[in-house]
């Protein structure tokens, strides 16, 4: 894992090398040590700042950026995309109060830069900005720095965590061997963008302090085991993929959970989400190949695209209170034996269930609409089907290449058209009575030479009518609204 982390920041180290352009430059001034700077205007609502950025000649030694320059006075604001990339005789930089941001890779490949002075209102560092700083030892981190972006200070080994009051920024992974535990400090707020990623801690313990886990934050670590504390509000997206962990509880305070949350972490077994979602977000457990037990809130009616693909050993699923499913929402779920579909739901999207081979049992309700393509495509176990008449459309190879599959029974008295098979030609297909001969004649269905005609009827079923729902009453700051009449009451009864 860290090696791949490695051949990617090389990858896109090469990239960026490849693609920086030619020197190109509005102002060349000496600062006060006579080294001569060079800068880019910006034009800014009508105000005009300046940019730090390179020239013909790398910089060298030490270099003291300037608040403003020329006789106008303009402020010196940022730091440019690669001002200093590849300055390899580069040792030291102070930035001035007027710096708020530095670019992306504006530092990359300085390999002998060891001191860095950062401006007291800088806000942000851009990816790569410090990568390959192999000697880099000392850097302050102002308090008005809020983001710092991915693998900004990647290969910076000599440096410890990087952080201020209120935000973690960084944790050189390769200054950890050894330990297995590290407690983030009290008064933590924010955990940043890959803050931790490929770290190799056995433990992170996070404060109670901290309200949002940004981004890819311990993607790739090899932590086994955390606990998100309730002071929690946000858990960006992949916060915790490809991480070590066996399992985890996320509480019921996150109010914002970004998908692909733990994607690809292959040792989890067991996830508890206490947190009020209206669905599991994409790809939140794909390729969690050892997950068995998922509980989640009844709140949850939706299951996003790849949410449980991969997902070699989950037993079986709840499908009560779901009502919409998404494309390889199960795919390769390898262990579900049964399937019901409630009747809340109305299609199966494309792959759906594909490659579910421990599939013996499926149930379809009578007010499905349409299955989608390949969605039962390859499911080894599974001996029959039985497609209800409320079905006007299923995708080419629905039901295709399964090995164990005798029979199918379907109850259109007319069959619905096919572009392409949907069933292997071995299976016997059962057909409502005195219907055989308009299947055999059939486009496609023509190709099904097995064909009974004894398929019995259905009573179709019939959801009951939704009525009109009395007044809901919510609880908001210690007041009950009740909607119907659009009137506030407090606890008491007492219309106010």
């Not at 982390?5 to 990239?15: R, W």
């Not at 300046?50 to 060298?60: F, H, I, K, R, S």
């Not at 299609?347 to 393509?373: R, V, Y």
Request: charged share 20%.
């Amino acid at each position: 894992m860290k090696r791949f982390a490695s051949l990617f920041v090389v990858f896109l180290s090469l990239s960026l090398w490849a693609y920086k352009p030619q020197p190109s430059y509005d102002l060349c001034e000496a600062n006060s040590d006579g080294i001569m700077l060079y800068y880019n205007y910006l034009y800014i609502d009508d105000d005009v700042y300046c940019e730090l950025t390179y020239g013909n000649e790398p910089y060298a030694g030490h270099i003291n950026i300037p608040d403003n320059v020329t006789d106008q006075y303009i402020p010196v604001v940022g730091i440019g995309v690669y001002a200093f990339s590849e300055c390899e005789e580069l040792t030291s930089v102070y930035m001035p109060y007027s710096i708020f941001y530095i670019d992306p890779a504006a530092f990359w490949c300085c390999y002998n830069l060891k001191k860095v002075h950062l401006g007291s209102h800088l806000m942000a560092i851009g990816e790569l900005a410090f990568e390959n700083c192999f000697n880099l030892t000392e850097i302050n981190i102002p308090q008005s720095l809020e983001y710092v972006d991915y693998f900004a200070f990647q290969g910076c080994s000599k440096l410890g965590p990087l952080y201020n009051d209120k935000y973690f920024f960084y944790y050189q992974y390769p200054q950890n061997y050894g330990e297995s535990t590290y407690c983030i400090p009290e008064g933590i707020e924010i955990i940043n963008t890959s803050a931790f990623s490929f770290s190799l801690f056995d433990e992170i313990i996070i404060p109670n302090t901290v309200k949002v886990i940004k981004e890819n934050a311990f993607d790739g670590s090899t932590i086994s085991r955390v606990t998100i504390p309730s002071s929690v509000v946000t858990l960006e997206e992949k916060a915790f993929g490809q991480t070590h962990l066996n399992e985890v509880t996320v509480p019921a305070t996150v109010k914002n959970f970004g998908s692909f949350m733990f994607d690809n972490s292959p040792f989890l077994e067991k996830a508890v989400l206490e947190n009020p979602l209206d669905s599991i977000p994409i790809g939140t457990f794909q390729c969690c190949t050892r997950l068995e037990s998922v509980t989640f809130p009844e709140t949850v009616h939706k299951i996003g695209n790849s949410a449980f693909s991969n997902n070699m050993r989950l037993p079986q699923f709840d499908f009560s209170n779901i009502d919409t499913i998404y494309d390889y929402s199960f795919y390769r779920c390898e262990s579900l034996k049964t399937i019901t579909i409630p009747p809340a739901i109305t299609f199966i999207p494309d792959f759906a269930f594909n490659m579910c081979s421990g599939l013996t049992e499926i149930n379809l309700p009578e007010t499905l609409k349409s299955i989608g393509q390949y969605a039962f495509w390859q499911n080894r176990s599974l001996e029959s089907i039985d497609i209800p008449a409320s079905v006007t459309e299923i995708g080419m190879s629905a039901f295709v290449n399964n090995t164990s599959m005798k029979d199918a029974t379907v109850h259109w008295d007319t069959p619905i058209p096919l572009e392409y098979g949907i069933f292997d030609s071995s299976i016997t297909l059962h057909v409502p009575v005195g219907t055989k001969q308009l299947y055999a004649e059939a486009d496609v269905w023509e190709n099904y030479i097995n064909i009974v005609d004894d398929a019995t009827p259905v009573t179709p079923l019939y959801l009951p009518e939704k009525k009109p729902a009395n007044s809901v009453k919510r609880l908001i700051d210690g007041k009950i609204l009740i909607e119907r009449n659009k009137h506030l009451f407090n606890l008491n009864g007492a219309e106010e």
